[in-house]
């Protein structure tokens, strides 16, 4: 005899308008982000020569080329320090935005077969590509720690703002990765796109040269690019140069809360179609 109790029915529709946030949702996710970080971090060593040589090549040889045409050919100033020293400090923060945001502007891309079959927070995908990046960071700045220490410079007290830095370095990644992880979903083109969007920031960047070679009216419109104050903000506590301008790292910082508001918002109100455009 059938029962004639009826079945409940539980019927999910995509959220109308402009999604929530939800952030209670990722924190319940938050082992699959542990698992996603780590998977990325062995899928990006994974048959691999030179294993996390890598992560020291890159700032390594950048730092060499930059302290030959610039430091000796052209004689760009490094506020009295060591020229490679000078270069490798700005280094160090740049590839690890870099390399994140290169990761994070495609992981969406990348795991489309996820995507479209499984489902959890999407805003895992480029968070996890952001995080899983810290390790060449840190590796990096273990050279660094040498570097300084090659050079005998000893950190004042402004080392206890590196933290700060970090973070910053970090939350940028990731509001410039949100952004461009979404609209590469759409578009297909700003995959070919981020390597020149890189490159392009890159010389936009105080690496090469001091941000005091900016003009003095310029320098606010030139913390509009957050990697500035991030640039700076490391020099600063590692050499002790002088501390960044309050105004120019307000903007910097103002950019960046700006990037993530409406790159989080913006995420979540595209995730509704990742699955069917992907």
Do not use: C
Request: aromatic share 16%.
């Amino acid at each position: 005899m059938k029962s004639s109790i009826p079945v409940p029915t539980a019927v999910i529709r995509p959220a109308e308008g402009w999604a929530p946030l939800d952030l209670k949702e990722l924190w319940a996710y938050r082992e699959l982000l542990y698992f996603m970080v780590w998977r990325d971090i062995k899928v990006r060593y994974k048959q691999t020569a030179m294993g996390v040589i890598w992560a020291v090549a890159q700032p390594v040889f950048t730092m060499v080329v930059f302290s030959v045409f610039f430091g000796s050919f052209i004689r760009v100033p490094s506020d009295g320090a060591p020229y490679p020293l000078f270069t490798y400090v700005a280094l160090v923060p740049w590839m690890y935005f870099a390399n994140a945001v290169t990761h994070a502007g495609n992981s969406l891309i990348d795991q489309e077969r996820i995507i479209s079959k499984v489902y959890f927070p999407r805003l895992i995908l480029p968070l996890a590509a952001v995080l899983a990046g810290l390790l060449d960071f840190v590796i990096a700045f273990i050279v660094l720690v040498i570097l300084l220490l090659w050079y005998g410079i000893i950190p004042s007290a402004a080392v206890l703002f590196l933290p700060f830095f970090i973070l910053f370095a970090i939350v940028t990644a990731f509001s410039v990765g949100l952004w461009l992880s979404a609209t590469n979903v759409l578009y297909r083109d700003v995959r070919y796109a981020i390597p020149f969007l890189v490159q392009f920031w890159l010389f936009t960047t105080p690496i090469a040269y001091p941000s005091s070679v900016v003009p003095t009216a310029w320098r606010t419109l030139y913390g509009l690019n957050p990697m500035t104050g991030v640039v700076e903000g490391f020099r600063w506590a590692l050499l002790g140069n002088v501390p960044p301008p309050g105004l120019l790292m307000w903007v910097s910082v103002a950019t960046v809360l700006a990037l993530l508001i409406t790159g989080l918002f913006y995420f979540r109100r595209m995730e509704q179609t990742f699955a069917d455009v992907v």
